[in-house]
């Protein structure tokens, strides 16, 4: 093989691994960071109809990924409940995600928990890699323009306090 061939058959490769690492980068998903717009999705709820995430701009979006085989989401619930009934009225819109596989298992403990708040299926999973799901449950927190200001992965006690000490802040932006 002569050498001008050589060396078109180098650059050729070359140019495909930069490609394909620039590919890659793209693919990636950058986890969710506040400051971030947060991304936006459309999930059916179990109420039936269709919830945008984008159609909530102009209110304060408590996002809470959960499932029922999650004990510190069940424990979660009835705080969010709460805070859904305090500020729900003031711009304030809670999108419960529910990421189990069977969506019944959504359904009953919706029910029994008597979830008054828009309750998502994600039960492909789609939208919880889109925000790079860590742990269970993960809360975000987005503010009236759609930017992401506060990320919680896992649940403590306490941190209902925390959620609303952050939701108070942003209604009052």
Not at 149 to 170: A, C, M, P, S
Request: charged share 25%; net charge positive.
């Amino acid at each position: 093989m002569n050498l001008s061939i050589k060396n078109h058959l180098l650059r050729s490769a070359r140019v495909l691994l930069v490609a394909t690492v620039g590919v890659c980068a793209v693919a990636y998903a950058a986890p969710i960071a506040p400051g971030a717009l947060a991304p936006d999705f459309t999930l059916r709820t179990l109420g039936g109809p269709n919830l945008r995430l984008q159609e909530q701009r102009g209110r304060v979006v408590l996002v809470n990924f959960w499932a029922t085989w999650c004990a510190p989401c069940r424990q979660e619930m009835p705080h969010l409940s709460k805070l859904y009934d305090k500020y729900g009225s003031s711009g304030f819109v809670l999108l419960g995600v529910n990421v189990d596989d069977d969506t019944k298992n959504a359904v009953d403990l919706a029910t029994k928990l008597g979830l008054k708040f828009p309750v998502s299926l994600d039960s492909d999973k789609k939208v919880s890699k889109l925000y790079d799901l860590s742990a269970m449950p993960s809360t975000v927190l987005i503010d009236r323009e759609g930017k992401v200001r506060f990320v919680h992965r896992g649940y403590k006690d306490g941190y209902e306090n925390t959620y609303d000490q952050q939701i108070r802040g942003l209604l009052k932006e």
